[in-house]
């Protein structure tokens, strides 16, 4: 496709997210005191290679840190929460945040890497078993941040939140620059993986990556095996949620990286047109998040590579590209969930092609994917 035909539904795509609310900005993320009975409180941990907009604050911009920052956010999530959303504080741009109804920042706190590891493996008795969420292409802090925290809710598990934020631009024309800062920060994301998979006192880890973040993810589990850190490798579960990752790219990472234990899951939607965007960008090239199960080559592919890649197109999209489906997953999984099951529903034990089924299956939440595999071999 012609350079000009790319700008356009680049274009489009900017066209479609202008008319939504106005972006949340680090006004959102400011402690409050105020409290709302009923009201759930998450304790959800950071580590960004963003600057620090000052010493003594957690408010990280688009800029890159020289060295990784580390923070502490305990949030309040309002009573009357409505699976798959997010309460921002309205209007964003001098925020009326009450706890009653919207998201709130009760309290926060700077760390370093190992105040943060040891708050994490202490944060409950025994070992405490953590999810690191590394999120996408046009995200900021607070958007991460709280989309990590509805999802922890929403699927009511036990597992620590980590957020792991790259330095997004947070703008539809900060493509170039997002996959620059992706791979600027591949150290911070091994680094940060090794430390917790040699901690002891932590028990499973599962990343969860979403599209560009998904790219991120990859590189870091590229560099862990070339490094020879297969201990690290060994301790991880990891979910790519619409990886905006060039097919042949991958293929080439997995052949460094070799099967794991469990395999790694791909969650991908045909239909995504955010990816499809991404494919003209790259002058046509196919992304892995858009594959079609369908496709024998690409269940010959899976299968392979050691993959679980499933189809999740089932699951109702929010943000109209059918780029955000890893959302509704942790939806479904509050929705469906018998009161007082903790189960956190059916893992993927082998490689290959699955179909989502979104009816009568056990569902898992987003960071322990995935239900029944009803097609596919």
């Not at 489009?12 to 009201?39: D, I, K, Y």
């Not at 741009?93 to 109804?101: A, E, F, L, N, S």
């Not at 953590?130 to 709280?146: C, K, Q, T």
Request: proline fraction near 6%; include cysteine; aromatic fraction near 6%.
């Amino acid at each position: 496709m012609h350079r000009t035909t790319s700008r356009l539904m680049l274009l489009a795509v900017a066209a479609f997210l202008s008319g939504c609310a106005t972006r949340p900005g680090p006004e959102v993320l400011q402690t409050t005191r105020a409290n709302a009975p009923g009201a759930e409180i998450v304790t959800v941990y950071a580590a960004t290679t963003r600057e620090r907009a000052a010493a003594n604050a957690n408010v990280f911009t688009a800029g890159r840190s020289s060295q990784p920052n580390y923070a502490s956010f305990d949030i309040s999530v309002p009573p009357d929460h409505q699976p798959g959303r997010i309460e921002w504080p309205l209007p964003q741009d001098d925020p009326q945040i009450d706890p009653h109804t919207t998201f709130a920042t009760v309290g926060q706190t700077i760390l370093n890497r190992q105040g943060l590891l040891d708050q994490v493996a202490t944060a409950a008795d025994g070992q405490q078993d953590v999810v690191i969420f590394v999120h996408g292409y046009n995200y900021n802090f607070p958007e991460a941040l709280y989309r990590l925290t509805q999802m922890s809710v929403d699927s009511g598990l036990d597992d620590t939140p980590i957020l792991f934020s790259w330095p997004s631009q947070g703008a539809i024309a900060g493509y170039v620059a997002d996959k620059e800062s992706v791979t600027y920060s591949r150290d911070a994301l091994t680094d940060l993986l090794g430390g917790l998979a040699r901690d002891r006192r932590i028990g499973t880890i599962t990343v969860f990556a979403h599209s560009m973040g998904g790219w991120l993810t990859v590189e870091a589990l590229r560099q862990l095996r070339l490094s020879g850190q297969d201990d690290v490798i060994d301790r991880l579960t990891v979910v790519l949620a619409a990886p905006d990752i060039d097919v042949d790219v991958f293929r080439a990472q997995m052949q460094v990286i070799g099967p794991m234990t469990p395999p790694l899951a791909v969650l991908v939607s045909p239909d995504d047109r955010a990816l499809r965007v991404s494919s003209q960008i790259s002058r046509t090239r196919a992304r892995v998040g858009a594959l079609d199960i369908a496709d024998p080559r690409v269940q010959a592919a899976a299968r392979e590579a050691g993959l679980a890649i499933i189809d999740i197109s089932s699951v109702a999209p929010s943000d109209g590209l059918n780029h955000d489906r890893y959302v509704g997953l942790a939806a479904l999984y509050s929705g469906q969930r018998a009161e007082g099951d903790n189960t956190p529903g059916l893992g993927i034990r082998q490689a290959g092609a699955f179909i989502f089924n979104t009816v009568g299956t056990t569902l898992a939440s987003p960071f322990t994917i995935v239900g029944e595999a009803l097609a596919g071999e």
